[in-house]
């Protein structure tokens, strides 16, 4: 990462649902491609190691014990790839079931994080399964590996502090408040959102102004991970619409339904921080009192390719309409900046 760019994506694999197996050879696929391409972060969606669509079957140790038994076999076919992934499935701690975000890099898996809220109204049932995760709940065994586990997880590149994310998972996002406004105030500029997000007659611009509005609120990053074909149910159907945005504005989204899947975009992160410093609302939250922070290490910055448009005009609308509203926004600001100052000194004529 030069001049704080830093590659990014989103990919939504085909998924066979209750067959581990199948599904991390597809995504070892994909992280193999985007590396390849110099994408340092990707994201799966929410369950893509098992799909969200199993049902009871999360509750069976056959298919727990094939997630983790994938979810090895991915660490060791990626782990001389330069690129963080995060990948879902389920996971048993302590004798409770979680839906999880893995994060790993290098062949070893940096943090685990757990789904703060979960759906349990109309067409959605997790609370039948799956137990709500906390901020802080200390650490997890996964093979011979011992982990960070909780929301309140920071993953910092060694190479440069900028690179910093965190995750949510799904409708963590709807939350009245939710965890990625937290993550922000403790330092992430990146937030990876893992996601199954069926869809139905005007979820798109729901999902859409959400995700524009929190990468706002938060001045972050917002990588949007969708479920995708394979999961649709007789109650539900998933439409794979996958989005990044930046402070408030989309750069890249597919439409839902679309083949296309993978998203790839660079992401600004000095632009981020610069905002953050001039934005006296922006209150920053001392990440050590809460939050852990993993460091990871894919390697020194290289040089980031941008693909992304950038308006030779920045302050001009490009678009003929915007360009009409901007204009109409310019002349009604002075109009009534002269009224004001007209009737405040008893102006009654102007040359």
Not at 10 to 33: F, G, H, L, Q, T
Not at 45 to 61: A, H, K, R
Not at 207 to 221: D, E, F, G, P
Request: hydrophobic share 40%; glycine share 6%.
């Amino acid at each position: 990462m030069k001049d704080g760019f830093v590659k990014v994506a989103v990919s939504s694999p085909d998924v066979v649902v209750a067959d581990p197996d199948e599904n991390s050879k597809k995504m070892i696929e994909k992280a193999e491609a985007m590396a390849a391409c110099g994408v340092r972060l990707v994201v799966f969606p929410e369950m893509s190691i098992t799909g969200y669509t199993c049902g009871d079957l999360f509750l069976q140790d056959t298919l727990l014990d094939g997630a983790k038994e994938a979810l090895f076999d991915y660490l060791y076919q990626t782990a001389e790839l330069d690129i963080v992934s995060v990948v879902g499935m389920p996971l048993e701690h302590r004798g409770k079931l979680y839906n999880v975000a893995v994060v790993a890099s290098g062949g070893h898996i940096l943090g685990v994080v757990p789904k703060t809220y979960l759906p349990d109204f109309g067409e959605h049932h997790e609370g039948r399964c799956f137990t709500p995760g906390r901020p802080n709940m200390g650490e997890i065994n996964i093979g011979d590996e011992v982990v960070p586990f909780g929301t309140s997880l920071l993953f910092r590149d060694a190479w440069s502090s900028c690179f910093t994310f965190a995750v949510e998972i799904s409708d963590d996002l709807r939350a009245l408040n939710p965890p990625s406004t937290q993550h922000a105030a403790a330092g992430a500029l990146i937030i990876a959102n893992s996601a199954a997000s069926a869809e139905i007659v005007g979820r798109a611009d729901y999902r859409r102004m959400l995700i524009k509005s929190q990468s706002a609120r938060t001045i972050s990053a917002y990588l949007f991970a969708d479920a995708g074909f394979g999961e649709s149910t007789s109650d539900m159907v998933y439409s794979c619409h996958n989005l990044i945005a930046e402070n408030g504005f989309m750069l890249l989204e597919n439409s839902p339904f679309d083949k296309n899947r993978d998203l790839m975009m660079e992401i600004d992160l000095h632009y981020l921080r610069n905002q953050r410093r001039r934005v006296s609302t922006f209150e920053q939250a001392d990440e050590e009192d809460v939050y852990r922070v993993v460091i990871f290490d894919i390697g020194a910055p290289v040089e980031t390719p941008l693909t992304r448009h950038y308006s030779k005009t920045p302050f001009v609308a490009e678009n003929e309409n915007e360009l009409k509203e901007t204009a109409r926004t310019v002349i009604n600001v002075q109009s009534a900046s002269l009224y004001k100052r007209f009737s405040h000194t008893g102006c009654k004529n102007a040359l």
